[in-house]
């Protein structure tokens, strides 16, 4: 009998990816991932919950990439997973797909993070060149890739910049609504938005480049808890990746001008709205501030410390952005330290293996 209840489509999705995981290695990453266990809550979630709530709810990101992608598309996804663990240290290799399990509402910073790490380590591994994954530094913190080319070493870190917590629950209010009206419609700033909210603002988003990229320089504002090395170039990649975020988002520049100046403004520049400052400096204060309080840090530890937190980003040869996984663009740190400065040539031959985009990213 014709089901007329509105719920094909769901009852089609996971009966597609079904049939597609029966295609790939049953030992796949992918199919371990979505037991027959997960498929059954799945069916069950369908036949039980009224179709406006299966409409606006959450559904688990590897869900819809398995029914988006063809067979073709996810053995290549299987192909760059399974170079990716066989290179890998074994205690690495369960960390490395611990994205792809569905959960109750995840966050989209794993889920993305997960994927842009195992396309670029694939996309390294795939050049030949000598590499090696997960670098084990002094201070027991590691970074992603270590790649020589033309004869010298490149220490790489992979980070993604996803949709920030407040604009994910002003979503998540908006579809409670969404629910009741279909016509209700999403205007930020709007009743949606919290008391004072920070975004939508591209102040609000210097800030959130900021904290991604010192959490791989000086983890909470401690020097010591470095994911660079010393001694040879280092270079971050970052990805923007998911609703509402842009490598050309104009805080991006902003934050780079102030990331590998000469010599930080120290005088603290206010945005437009007179409220927020956006200069490294303040950054750093506003965060000290924050960690003090949260007795995270002392305020010794800071005063004894401050410069070295300033000049944490001199260990950055330079920054390659994607959106997603598409080379947007790069720039060179000519402030580095010398031991970390790398050419405009020796930056293209990093962009010309990072440069082709996987066919299983949406």
Not at 78 to 95: C, F, G, T
Not at 156 to 163: A, R
Request: overall charge negative; some cysteine.
């Amino acid at each position: 009998m014709t089901q007329t209840d509105g719920k094909d489509f769901y009852r089609q999705m996971v009966a597609s990816v079904r049939a597609k995981l029966a295609g790939l290695d049953q030992h796949s990453p992918l199919v371990e991932s979505l037991t027959s266990e997960v498929l059954q809550r799945l069916d069950n979630r369908i036949e039980q919950t009224p179709v406006e709530h299966l409409t606006y709810g959450y559904w688990p990101p590897i869900l819809g990439l398995v029914d988006t992608l063809s067979i073709t598309q996810l053995q290549a996804l299987d192909a760059d997973l399974s170079l990716v663990l066989n290179n890998s240290e074994p205690i690495k290799r369960k960390e490395l797909v611990s994205f792809l399990p569905p959960r109750e509402h995840d966050k989209t910073g794993p889920w993305y993070g997960g994927l842009f790490d195992i396309w670029a380590k694939s996309t390294a591994i795939k050049t030949g060149l000598p590499i090696k994954l997960d670098h084990l530094l002094p201070n027991r913190r590691d970074h992603d890739i270590t790649i020589e080319v033309d004869s010298r070493r490149y220490h790489l870190e992979n980070t993604v910049i996803t949709q920030d917590d407040e604009s994910r629950a002003v979503w998540d209010r908006f579809l409670q609504d969404k629910r009741k009206d279909p016509r209700k419609v999403l205007v930020r700033p709007g009743a949606y938005c919290p008391p004072n909210a920070k975004g939508p603002s591209p102040y609000y988003d210097a800030l959130r480049v900021y904290a991604k990229v010192y959490d791989k320089l000086a983890k909470n504002l401690n020097p010591a808890k470095s994911q660079c090395v010393d001694d040879e170039p280092n270079i971050l990649l970052v990805s923007f990746s998911g609703l509402g975020v842009r490598s050309d988002c104009p805080s991006v520049g902003w934050v780079l001008d102030e990331l590998f100046a000469d010599q930080p403004k120290m005088v603290h520049a206010l945005a437009s709205d007179g409220i927020t400052d956006i200069s490294l400096d303040a950054w750093i204060d506003f965060t000290a501030k924050d960690l003090i309080s949260k007795a995270k840090m002392t305020i010794d530890f800071f005063y004894d410390n401050f410069s070295e937190m300033m000049a944490a980003p001199r260990k950055l040869g330079g920054i390659l952005l994607f959106d997603g996984t598409r080379l947007s663009g790069s720039r060179v740190n000519y402030n580095a330290y010398e031991s970390s400065r790398v050419s405009h040539r020796q930056m293209v031959r990093i962009e010309e293996i990072f440069a082709s985009e996987p066919c299983w990213w949406l």
